[in-house]
């Protein structure tokens, strides 16, 4: 039986980060019961990774911290990715001719959609940060 966890964290917006938050979210997940290879917590935990990877490769300029917030309730499995750079991804199908990234974003879409969630990116009020969150049931 899954019992509510949350983890709510703010993280330098380093490389390290990136690996500390990943076996942070797998630690909970496995001490919940629920098996890296099941397909939602597999596509949250990439999910994780990607978008906390993005906050180290392109917003570190101008948010030298992200925020992080994993959920795992009976309801699956949530989480929020915050920055405070201004720019607002949009989810490219391809990656940027100079081979700089720019499609994770789709790639998590698609991944998460895959796995029966949804994702969303909701700017802060003041336009100079974003959210991204995800949420996957478990069932």
Do not use: Y
Not at 54 to 65: D, L, Y
Not at 66 to 88: C, E, K, M, N, T
Not at 121 to 139: E, F
């Amino acid at each position: 039986m899954i019992t509510a966890f949350t983890l709510e964290t703010t993280l330098p917006a380093v490389p390290a980060s990136v690996t500390q938050v990943r076996h942070e979210a797998t630690f909970a997940a496995r001490e919940q019961g629920l098996d890296r290879q099941h397909p939602a917590v597999d596509a949250w935990l990439v999910a994780l990774s990607e978008l906390a990877s993005n906050c180290v490769r392109h917003a570190a300029t101008t948010s030298p911290t992200f925020d992080v917030r994993v959920v795992i309730d009976q309801d699956g499995l949530a989480l929020a990715v915050h920055d405070r750079h201004p720019h607002q991804p949009v989810a490219l199908s391809e990656p940027h001719a100079d081979d700089s990234g720019g499609w994770g974003l789709f790639l998590v879409q698609q991944l998460v959609t895959e796995a029966g969630g949804h994702t969303s990116v909701d700017p802060d009020i003041d336009g100079q940060g974003k959210t991204v969150l995800v949420r996957l049931p478990l069932g």
